[in-house]
């Protein structure tokens, strides 16, 4: 009787043994297979280095991304898309946000979240810059108005600013004046 007992029970194991060995191995070569994390990582390297881009007479899409960005991850697909048909018209330049080479292109492009996305004309100005994911259709949209030096139907235009002097000096402050009161007058004394 107690081989009977054993016996589903045996078989009952063998079965969850060989379920769990079949889901392992479909996780595994699943996670082989192009992860985007991947996708992002050989983008960057197949993407035309910046220094390139800004003197070669191409408009230029700037994609500021990280590896850890899931919506960078996201729009990985999307923008191989928009690379293979894009990709003779328009350089696609991938600066890495973790890479502190790319410090001073953060600073000048405001970057303040990933991704963001800057269009350059063909001269190397900045037009306009989106954030945040962006839907294939729009991503396209506005790649086909940067190959024909269109206005970009879908992105925020920065347009032109003023430049800062930075030797402009603030006037001094009238005489008896206390920095901490905020331009409020001080109260008679008595």
């Avoid at 600066?95 to 000048?108: F, G, I, R, T």
Wanted: aromatic share 6%; glycine share 6%; proline share 8%.
């Amino acid at each position: 009787m107690t081989e009977n007992l054993t016996t589903p029970n045996r078989v009952r194991n063998i079965l969850i043994a060989a379920v769990a060995i079949l889901l392992s191995a479909a996780l595994f070569f699943s996670l082989q297979q192009e992860t985007s994390t991947g996708n992002l990582d050989q983008q960057a390297e197949q993407a035309i280095p910046l220094t390139v881009a800004l003197t070669n007479g191409k408009p230029t899409l700037i994609e500021f991304y990280a590896n850890w960005c899931t919506s960078c991850q996201a729009m990985a697909g999307d923008l191989a898309t928009v690379k293979a048909e894009y990709g003779d018209r328009i350089n696609f330049v991938m600066l890495n946000v973790d890479n502190s080479k790319w410090l001073p292109e953060l600073l000048q492009y405001d970057v303040d979240g990933i991704p963001q996305f800057v269009y350059l004309d063909a001269t190397g100005e900045a037009i306009a810059q989106t954030i945040g994911e962006q839907p294939l259709t729009i991503l396209a949209a506005d790649m086909n108005a940067l190959a024909l030096a269109q206005p970009l139907p879908y992105a925020n235009t920065t347009g032109r600013t003023s430049r800062v002097d930075p030797n402009l000096t603030a006037p001094p402050p009238p005489a008896g004046s206390d920095p901490r009161s905020h331009g409020a007058q001080a109260a008679p004394t008595r």
